[in-house]
C-alpha cells in the first residue's frame, strides 16, 4: 500500500463548480498535512496547510480526519487559474524524523 | 532572487553515463533535500542534506548520492544512468531539518531526459 494515495483524476468541471479531492495515508504516525498544487511543468507550491479542525482559506477549505486516515480539499466555485494538479503531502515518520511524503497528485481542469 | 535556484533547467544524457544537478537554497535556509518526479507521479524523496550531511535517505540505490557545500548549496549525483532516471529532479530547501511541508521552497527543477 502506498504511503500517501490520491485518485489522479482527472476531474474536468465548469466553471463555478465545486469539487472535492480525497487522500489517504498509511501511517497513522504521520503529522503536518498540506496541499500543495503544482501547474503544468513547474515546481509544487503550498496551497495550505491542513488542521484538526478543519480551515478555511477563501475558496478552499481542508479537512483532516486522522481516525479514518483521511485528508480532503474543497474548491468551491472553481476558476480556469484552479486548473492544475493537487498534491497531498504528509510528515511521514522516517528514521526518527519527519520527511514530507507526496502522493501522485489529483488533476483539475475547469472549462469554460 | 532569494528563492531556489536550480542548474541547469534541461539536460539530455545518455544511458550509463554520469550526471551532477546542482541546488542553491533560498537565503536564510540550511537544508536542502531532493525529489525524483517522474511523469505522471508525485515527487519522491531521495535524500536531505543538512550541515554537509546526508541525514534522511528516501528508497533510491547507491547511484544517487549528493554533497551538501558550507555554503548550504547542494548537488545530487547519479551515476550509470538508466532510462528509467528520466524525471523532473526538484530541490527543496528548508530551515533545518525538522521542517515541515509547509516550510519547504522548491526550485523550478532540472528535466534530466537519459536516451
Known amino acids: 500500500r502506498k504511503e500517501v494515495e490520491q485518485d489522479p483524476g482527472p476531474f474536468n468541471v465548469p466553471e463555478g463548480a465545486t469539487v472535492a479531492f480525497n487522500c489517504t495515508y498509511s501511517?497513522?504516525?504521520?503529522?503536518?498535512f498540506f496541499w500543495y498544487r503544482q501547474d503544468c511543468r513547474k515546481e509544487p507550491k503550498l496551497l495550505m496547510s491542513?488542521?484538526?479542525s478543519g480551515n478555511e482559506d477563501g475558496r478552499f477549505t481542508a479537512q483532516l480526519n486522522r481516525a479514518s486516515q483521511y485528508i480532503s480539499l474543497l474548491i468551491r466555485d472553481s476558476k480556469l487559474s484552479d486548473s492544475a494538479t493537487y498534491l497531498c503531502?504528509?510528515?511521514?515518520?522516517?528514521?526518527?524524523?519527519?520527511?514530507?511524503?507526496f502522493g501522485r497528485g489529483t488533476s483539475l481542469i475547469v472549462h469554460p | 532572487d532569494a528563492g531556489v535556484t536550480q542548474s541547469p533547467t534541461h539536460l539530455i544524457k545518455t544511458r550509463g553515463q554520469q550526471v551532477t544537478l546542482r541546488c542553491s537554497p533560498k537565503?536564510?535556509?540550511?537544508?536542502v533535500s531532493w525529489y525524483q518526479q517522474a511523469l505522471g507521479q508525485g515527487p519522491q524523496f531521495i535524500f536531505q542534506?543538512?550541515?554537509?550531511?546526508?541525514?534522511q535517505r528516501g528508497n533510491f540505490p547507491d547511484r544517487f548520492s549528493g554533497h551538501q557545500f558550507p555554503n548550504y548549496s547542494s548537488e545530487l549525483n547519479v551515476n550509470a544512468l538508466l532510462l528509467g532516471d528520466s524525471a523532473l529532479y526538484l530541490c527543496?530547501?528548508?530551515?533545518?531539518?525538522?521542517?515541515?511541508?509547509?516550510?519547504?521552497?522548491f526550485g523550478s527543477g532540472t528535466r534530466l531526459t537519459v536516451v
Open positions: 527543496a530547501s528548508s530551515l533545518g531539518p525538522g521542517s515541515r511541508a509547509g516550510g519547504y521552497t
Open positions: 501511517n497513522s504516525a504521520s503529522q503536518s
Open positions: 491542513v488542521y484538526s
Open positions: 503531502v504528509v510528515n511521514h515518520p522516517t528514521g526518527g524524523s519527519y520527511i514530507p511524503t
Open positions: 537565503s536564510g535556509h540550511d537544508t
Open positions: 542534506y543538512y550541515e554537509e550531511e546526508e541525514r
